[in-house]
Each structure stands twice: as structure tokens, then as C-alpha cells.
């Protein structure tokens, strides 16, 4: 109930102060085990793309610190996020969002890791790309968020309210990669794609976040 709540009340909030624009959301699947991948702009990237998933509810990884206070880890968890470790191999965190996806729900990562404080994309990780290749049969959807940096940055902090947009794409073909043999070639393969199709994905309504 509360997950419903914080999108309906996120989107108004969303649209009257940070003129936000949705774009491609007709690319996301009504059913079926879904990953959305995203670059990484800001903390308020995991509401700003729970709120334009016209499909709900979305699940997140966020880092396992964030959980430590009781208030802040209570309500990210009753939005669907769950915990993962940065910095090693977090297993039961793998397998947890593996069976999020086998059982046809959304979910959503950043391959990147960490936030950019620019606005430009960044490489990704290979470990992202083993973690999408462990969920066989989901559809990958690429997501590119831009001006959220210019409100919420990583070193700055609070910058003020300024247009932010999600654009979802139409899904990676990775069926070579998904067909081969994991490995690390296999996985900066698999990463590699992901962010190029984010890369390649146009502006919401006409505009360009990053350059306002």
C-alpha cells in the first residue's frame, strides 16, 4: 500500500516541481521477469525510475549501509528495495534478485556502481554483467535518466530544481551473450551493451537535461 502511495503522490511531486518527462515507457513489458539497467546520476534516480515505470511495483539493490538506520531502512525496504554489499561477492544479495526476476517481477540496477557527478555516463562494471547473465530469459531494458545530477549531486549536494527526465528503450538483444559460457569476457560483453544502449537512447519531449 505504501509502495502505491509514494508513486502516485512522486509523480505529481515529481511533475510540478522538477518538470519531469517520461519517455519510451511503452517499452516496458506488462509481464514477465524484467531488469531495468540505469545510468547513475543521483540518489533520487531510484524514485525518479520507480515513478515513471508504468509497471509496478520495481525492486531495487541499494547498498547495505543505507539499511542501518532504522527509519530510512524501513521505508526503502517498503518501496522494495533489498540489501547488497559493496566492495565483494554479496551471494545471497545475486541470488535474491535472481529470483525476483524468475518470478516475473521488475527489477532495477545501476551497472556503473556509483553515482556520476557530472552527468556523463561512466563505464560499467563486468559484475554487472555476470549478474544479468545469471537471469536467463529476462527481458533487459535500458534506461537513461539525465538531469537529476543538476538537483541532487554526489559532491554538492542539494543544487536546486532543475528538469529531469527517464527514458526507457527498447530492449538489449543479448542472445549470444546469454547463450555463452559465463566468464569475464562474456560479462564486460554483456555490460558493455547494456551501456552503449543506454548511451544511444534520446531525450523526453525534445529536450536536453544534462545541457539546462
Not at 519531469?20 to 517499452?27: I, L, Q
Not at 559532491?155 to 530544481?161: R, V
Not at 538483444?173 to 548511451?199: H, P, V
Request: glycine share 12%; charged share 20%; net charge positive.
Amino acid at each position: 500500500m505504501l509502495y502505491y502511495l509514494v508513486w502516485h503522490s512522486g509523480r505529481l511531486i515529481l511533475s510540478i516541481l522538477l518538470r519531469w518527462r517520461v519517455g519510451g515507457a511503452e517499452n516496458v513489458p506488462k509481464t514477465g521477469g524484467v531488469i531495468l539497467v540505469s545510468n547513475h546520476q543521483s540518489y533520487l534516480d531510484p524514485y525518479a525510475l520507480g515513478c515513471a515505470s508504468p509497471r509496478r511495483p520495481v525492486h531495487f539493490m541499494a547498498r547495505e549501509s543505507l539499511f542501518k538506520n532504522p527509519l530510512f531502512g524501513w521505508l526503502i525496504r517498503t518501496i522494495h528495495a533489498f540489501p547488497v554489499k559493496r566492495g565483494g561477492a554479496d551471494r545471497q544479495a545475486w541470488r535474491a534478485f535472481e529470483q525476483l526476476v524468475e518470478s516475473g517481477e521488475q527489477v532495477s540496477f545501476f551497472p556503473e556502481g556509483t553515482r556520476s557527478d557530472d552527468g556523463q555516463l561512466q563505464p560499467a562494471n563486468a559484475g554487472s554483467g555476470m549478474l544479468v547473465h545469471r537471469c536467463k530469459g529476462a527481458t533487459v531494458i535500458p534506461v537513461r535518466i539525465r538531469g537529476s545530477y543538476r538537483v541532487l549531486n554526489k559532491t554538492k549536494g542539494f543544487q536546486g530544481l532543475h528538469p529531469i527526465s527517464v527514458v526507457f528503450g527498447p530492449p538489449v538483444d543479448l542472445g549470444a551473450e546469454m547463450a555463452a559460457e559465463g566468464g569475464r569476457e562474456t560479462y564486460e560483453a554483456i555490460a558493455n551493451k547494456c551501456m552503449a544502449a543506454i548511451a544511444g537512447l534520446p531525450t523526453a519531449g525534445g529536450r536536453d537535461e544534462d545541457q539546462i
